[in-house]
């Protein structure tokens, strides 16, 4: 022990003295100007002696104050100065991987270092971090896994909670998890980092814990509503047009593609407002739109018609949460003279990411928002309207540098009617992997536990939950984690999607499966540009023979492979309207899932290959119905083609680019489905169509318990969709059991 300590105080001393070496050379010198600047500098001490004196203390400062790039580095650097570097271990979490990378690298570089030495990063399979890391960014998703291992957090010194105000799922469970560690860890030092001045709620929920804020400064910023922009542009824009799809959600109601059709509404807008709006004096636009997809778009139009005439002029970028950390780099870089740098970003520009030279703001007033339905059971996904909060935050982004201007491309009647604050995920999210966390971290009971939580869901939403872990048969009845739920658990995918691993990988069909559930996992690979639409459509639907996305999806992925051993894999992709990028996203997913396969001791450690190659398609199609029930929907064939129902919701229809959709038929009785989402209508994404005895056969799961139950939710599906086939096997499997 002796030997050891001396050991580490000898490293101690080196990382203090490596420390101070940077400190006082001339780039170190320049970085600590640069960094003195920052809101949060002129706090360090006082927040430092907060922490040395406190469990708990919650930091609130604006957006850009210096929060998550200067706290953590203050409290390393003080460690490192009392000689305490080599025991230090401080961990701050994000909500969001693209914030814990592009932070990380910022604070390495501010310490003058790589990434990996004393600073580093984890997000899901990936990371960079070293034998030295003694602060570490990492997703909340991490530290969660973290603790169903180390349920003391050992040797950790300092936790940080970043962004909490966001209110995110992950970030709500960990509070709980943290608030029943502290008592046991009395010198572990917990602190919450918040970008709004909100944090009443937290500090009551840990005893009135001391909240510190930092003092930010922002220019003053010009706002304009629509109303104001109609004016500026001498009515360009047609107003009733604006407010009716901003205001009145009923015009896309009717038309099976309304939601793309809004989204690139969304787009029209923005473009519009770009074009009309008079930007005067230097400065980036930021412009907040409600995801990937309208922002691509909006991108094909401003490349059809560039703005200012000339597309030199223009530099172009696009802000959100899978780009590639080469495309972030760009983000921050300031553009050449004359040249107009333009974000088009989601609501990530809000809080965790800070682009210096904004001065111009965009904002439509939408964000995409998950919502959860407990009394049908079913996620909605929708642009819906932001908060209050959340449109002063993207305000705010446009006075950092200099008075800076916003247009909100809504009108202020519209403003008044938000929300004040944004209801927290735990209430608008399906809680299915969050009771497995639950189950799988030994904390009790999934209900008394979600009781402690900062807000509890509605108790309907956790009985869903739970009514599905047992359909599923993760849980028994009992509510106690079966042998299946415990390799779910060790899988960092949905339930569903670690079920199918799992079988494929009995089965002996895992190839396929994995590039499944990767694709799943990843964004759609099939691309649907909005003016290529058919063509698109038709496309994907070359890859189909049998009734199934997922198969498509297959073959798909095997032309990529071949492709790209001949090096033409981005032709491939062009040709098939498939995205390259996801493409090798699935690539490298295969591999990842197949390790953590082996880790679970069903795929045999010696093997170096994927199982062997067996495109049995009925089996696979019986893998994705294990995989995937309960989510099944009832196949009813009329004279001209069929309709679709759920025992939940009746009627459903399919996304339009479904291989499904563009079947006049389907010569199967059900499809099960991957997702559904309301959207006015309930809609299915990727679906497989499956035969009666597959469905009875693998519907569930193979237990006595889960099959009995599995039959008793069959029946109350016979009797409703009255099939007579499926009707007379289920009888007799019944009467076997
Ligand atoms: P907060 O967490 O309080 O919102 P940050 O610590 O993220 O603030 O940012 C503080 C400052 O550091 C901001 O002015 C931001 O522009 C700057 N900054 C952050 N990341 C980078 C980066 N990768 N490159 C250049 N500047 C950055
Ligand atoms: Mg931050």
């Not at 870089?333 to 809000?350: F, M, Q, S, Y």
């Amino acid at each position: 022990k002796v030997v050891m300590e001396k050991i580490l105080w000898r490293r101690s001393l080196q990382l203090r003295d490596k420390q101070q070496a940077w400190q006082e050379s001339p780039e170190g010198r320049k970085m600590l100007e640069l960094r003195r600047s920052l809101p949060a500098y002129k706090e360090k001490d006082a927040l430092l002696t907060a922490i040395s004196r406190n469990q708990v203390v919650i930091i609130s400062g604006e957006t850009g104050c210096g929060k998550t790039t200067q706290i953590p580095q203050f409290i390393l650097e003080s460690e490192i100065e009392a000689v305490r570097g080599a025991v230090c271990s401080i961990i701050c979490t994000q909500p969001r991987r693209i914030s814990a990378m592009s932070v990380s690298e910022r604070v390495a570089s501010e310490r003058g270092e790589k990434l990996g030495e004393s600073v580093g990063y984890k997000v899901r399979l990936e990371g960079m971090k070293g034998r030295d890391t003694r602060l570490l960014f990492c997703t909340t998703g991490i530290l969660l896994r973290r603790l169903l291992v180390d349920r003391n957090l050992k040797g950790v010194t300092h936790v940080i909670v970043d962004e909490i105000h966001e209110r995110g799922m992950n970030e709500d469970f960990l509070l709980i998890v943290l608030k029943d560690l502290l008592p046991r860890r009395p010198e572990l030092r917990l602190i919450l980092m918040s970008a709004t001045l909100d944090s009443e709620l937290f500090s009551s929920y840990f005893g009135r814990a001391q909240i510190i804020h930092v003092p930010g400064f922002t220019y003053p910023v010009q706002t304009h509503f629509l109303e104001d922009v109609l004016e500026i542009t001498g009515c360009r824009l047609t107003p009733y047009n604006q407010i009716d799809d901003y205001g009145q959600e009923k015009m896309w109601k009717m038309s099976k593609q309304a939601p793309r059709k809004r989204k690139s509404q969304i787009a029209s807008v923005v473009e519009d407002a770009l074009k009309a709006a008079d930007f005067n004096g230097p400065g980036a636009i930021l412009v907040f739109m409600t995801g990937w997809d309208d922002i691509n778009s909006l991108k094909e139009k401003l490349y059809a018609n560039p703005l200012l005439g000339d597309s030199s002029r223009v530099l172009l970028l696009a802000c959100h949460g899978s780009m590639a950390s080469s495309e972030q780099r760009l983000i921050f870089d300031e553009p050449e003279d004359g040249v107009r740098k333009i974000v088009l970003a989601t609501n990530i520009a809000e809080t965790s990411i800070t682009i210096n030279d904004v001065v111009f703001v965009l904002d439509c007033g939408k964000a995409k928002e998950t919502s959860y339905d407990a009394l049908n059971n079913t996620p909605c996904l929708l642009p819906s309207w932001i908060s209050k909060v959340s449109a002063q935050q993207r305000r705010g982004r446009a006075g950092r540098v200099q008075p800076g201007e916003c247009y909100h491309l809504y009108p202020r009647c519209v403003y008044d009617a938000f929300a004040e604050y944004q209801l927290p995920e735990i209430l608008r999210t399906p809680l299915q992997s969050l009771c497995l966390q639950i189950k799988s971290l030994n904390l009790g009971s999934i209900s008394e536990f979600l009781s402690r939580a900062l807000q509890s869901p509605e108790l309907l939403a956790v009985q869903n939950a739970i009514e599905y872990l047992k359909i599923i048969g993760a849980l028994d009845e009992n509510e106690n984690l079966t042998v299946l739920g415990r390799y779910l658990t060790m899988l960092p995918v949905e339930p569903k999607l670690g079920k199918m691993l799992l079988v494929g990988a009995i089965f002996n069909c895992l190839d396929p499966v994995l590039t499944i559930v990767c694709g799943l996992s990843v964004r759609d690979p099939f691309l649907t540009p909005f003016d290529k639409k058919d063509l698109a459509e038709a496309a994907k639907s070359q890859f189909s023979r049998d009734y199934s996305d997922h198969l498509a999806l297959v073959r798909a992925y095997e032309g990529w492979k071949v492709a790209e051993r001949d090096f033409a894999g981005y032709d491939y992709c062009w040709k098939n309207f498939l995205s390259a990028q996801s493409m090798k996203a699935i690539d490298s997913l295969r591999k990842e899932f197949f390790s953590l396969l082996r880790d679970t001791d069903l795929v045999d450690a010696n093997t170096t290959t994927h199982n062997a190659w067996s495109y049995d398609e009925h089996l696979i199609r019986a893998v994705i119905c294990y995989g995937l029930y309960p989510g099944i929907c009832s196949v009813v064939h009329n004279e001209k083609s069929f309709l679709l129902k759920t025992m939940e919701d009746g009627q459903v229809l399919l996304y339009s680019n479904s291989v499904n959709a563009r079947e006049p038929k389907i010569p199967y009785p059900w499809l099960v489905f991957n997702e559904k989402i309301k959207v006015n209508s309930v809609f299915l994404r990727d679906s497989t169509a499956v035969s009666d005895s597959v469905l009875l056969l693998f519907g569930g799961s193979f237990s006595k318990g889960a099959i009995d139950g599995q039959l008793k939710m069959l029946g109350g599906y016979l009797e409703f969709f009255m099939k007579p086939a499926i009707a007379e096997m289920y009888q007799c499997l019944k009467g076997e059991l």
